[in-house]
């Protein structure tokens, strides 16, 4: 399985990192994107860093026709970008965090997949694995927008599955808890971290479900609590 092209979006984020390393670990060739990413924070010959800004359409559609360009191909996308607000009730959510939640958790998926799909089709063994939010699950207090949309990914996932399956091209979403990367920890330094979920037991799923002999699994949305 090694050698795949594989374009992974917010690869160096706290899963996104483990992600990326994990796949070049494997001999595949990985095209990480983020608003802000650089080469030398992956150093390997078969890293390309790709900086951009998924909300934008054109830059999207720019992003992938120039990995088509330079590889002719590709086999697996991995779609970790994400973002996180909360604290506001629907009543109290203004315009903009609502409009943030939607662009980072939905359109900015909605502009990937719809640029990818065709080049995963070619791949006869495409792969598409989103990362949503166990919040997603759930209508929660106060995370209104953030859990509207994550769970608007999943639906969007699963539409992908049914309209694909005839290429072989399977699309999955996996639905994590909170998970232990630095960031969580700063912004909750009080709680018990060894509760939370690893982002390497995330990231093993990831390479199963991208691997050939994940080959039925499509349209599944996969809860991953933490530690009880």
């Not at 992600?19 to 990985?30: A, I, R, Y």
């Not at 060894?194 to 002999?213: C, D, F, G, N």
């Amino acid at each position: 399985m090694s050698g795949r092209i594989v374009f992974i979006t917010g690869a160096n984020g706290g899963l996104g990192t483990f992600v990326t390393e994990s796949f070049l670990q494997q001999g595949d060739k990985v095209i990480g994107a983020s608003r802000h990413v650089d080469s030398a924070e992956f150093p390997s010959a078969n890293f390309r860093a790709m900086s951009l800004d998924f909300t934008n359409a054109q830059q999207v559609r720019d992003a992938i026709a120039n990995i088509i360009a330079e590889f002719g191909r590709l086999d697996v996308l991995v779609h970790v970008l994400g973002g996180f607000a909360g604290g506001q009730s629907i009543a109290t959510t203004d315009d903009a965090t609502w409009k943030r939640m939607q662009d980072l958790n939905l359109t900015s998926a909605f502009y990937v997949f719809r640029e990818t799909i065709p080049h995963l089709r070619k791949s006869n063994n495409g792969r598409i694995v989103a990362i949503g939010s166990l919040a997603a699950k759930e209508p929660q207090a106060n995370l209104g927008a953030y859990v509207t949309f994550k769970a608007a990914l999943a639906t969007l996932v699963q539409t992908v599955a049914l309209e694909n399956a005839d290429a072989g091209l399977t699309a999955n979403v996996i639905l994590p808890g909170t998970m232990d990367t630095p960031a969580n920890r700063q912004a909750m330094p009080n709680a018990d971290f060894s509760k939370w979920l690893s982002p390497q037991r995330v990231t093993e799923l990831i390479l199963w479900l991208a691997h050939e002999k994940a080959a039925q699994i499509t349209g599944t949305v996969i809860p991953m609590g933490g530690n009880r």
